[in-house]
């Protein structure tokens, strides 16, 4: 069995519109490739108990969990005490994050402010990263990184090596200009049927161009299968007198 | 109070990456102006437990919960057999809805595949739209839409009339080139404490030029705290010596 990953974000500015968030993706992605793959996101505010029950629920549930926003400087950061809170231990100085911070800034701006970015539950573990000086965490099954997009992708790069892994995610895609879905949902179904453990989608498209159409996937771990199921797709979307083409359709 | 709502994105094709979100933003701005703001987002895989289980907890604590995605003609379009589950009653043929796609694909078109789009929870009340044949669904305080973009934008402007709404969520928002957040972390905070109603956060920001700064943003319903707020958030930039500007940063 695959490890499972889950994602909380934490953040106002995604449930109030201001942000499109960009991490989701990045993760679901990253996670893919290392063969942990995301099974959940929940995308919550920056209240107390909500961020530290859903740290709770999802850390016994999943095998690694991230959590992404909530670690800068401002009074509206309380991810790093919530999650000190869901481990029963006390939030405390990191001393060698500190010392970090304080040369970067000089010991008369490393303000009271900048040192809550030094600030991780005992017993964490920082994850530096090239872009920033402010480090994230890791503590038992959850690492806690940065919601500005460069950052994160930094932190998860960074501690990429310390996760938990298996066998990678990969896909096979191919899509047909003008396949209606309902032409081919009970072929589709029926290499469902014979690959169970695979996951097989079908995705109606519209391109920049006007022309429409419906593109298939398998995705799993086995490789032979996934060889299997796209020749089965191929052929069920020639059997409709449309043209397969393998891959993603253009934009 | 305002009313609350949250949303169940169900769909591996987020999960898995394969597909950047792109209803998130455009639902959460959405229930803002209706002043229902959105509280909470799942994003969920294609498993008829994980959406039944995760429909009962949501309608239980939300004042509305909207679901995207899975309602299509195929095998993985599982959404309406999970929500008629939760609620307890059976999954139906709604004939003014078959009719209507029967019309649309003539009656030998009209294939078992193409029949699964009408089939509701009984009880269910049709979300009709301009853009799509196959409708959405109401039932008890869920509203059951589309996952392809266009399809749920249309989908929520036909339901809208239907929803709970409250007072409209407004923001103020002033953002300065060359501010950090730990310069006016204290001083952010203390307007926090002065307006305990209003959500005050602050975001870090790069534009394309290269050039940093921070943006300060207040929401709420109270238009007055708001102004009282803002008037803050512009001294306390003026106090750092740095300009504010009203209104979001350029990209």
Partial sequence: MSPTSALIVIGNEILSGRTQDANIRFLALGLGEIGAPLKEVRIIPD?????????????????????????????????????????????????????????????????????????????????????????????????????????????????????????????????????????????LEAVQDRYPDLDLGSYPFRREDGRRGVALVAKGTNVEHLDGAAAQIRSLIAATGETPVEGEPKP
């Avoid at 040192?115 to 890791?138: C, D, E, H, L």
């Avoid at 932190?155 to 003008?178: C, D, I, Y």
């Fill in 47 to 187: 209240i107390r108990e909500t961020i530290i029950g859903t740290i709770n629920e999802m850390k016994a549930r999943y095998d690694q969990v991230f959590t992404t926003g909530g670690i800068g400087p401002t009074h509206d950061d309380i991810t790093a005490s919530c999650v000190a809170e869901a481990f029963g231990v006390p939030l405390e100085l990191h001393e060698e994050s500190a010392a970090l911070l304080k040369t970067h800034y000089g010991t008369d701006q490393f303000t009271s402010a900048r040192q809550r970015m030094a600030m991780m539950p005992r017993g964490a573990m920082p994850i530096t990263n090239a872009v920033s000086i402010a480090p994230g965490f890791s503590i038992g099954n959850v690492h806690v990184m940065a919601g500005v997009p460069s950052i994160m992708q930094a932190m998860f790069q960074s501690v990429r090596p310390n996760l938990k892994q298996g066998t990678p995610v990969t896909s096979r895609t191919w899509h047909a200009l003008g396949l209606y879905e309902s032409a081919i949902a009970a072929a």
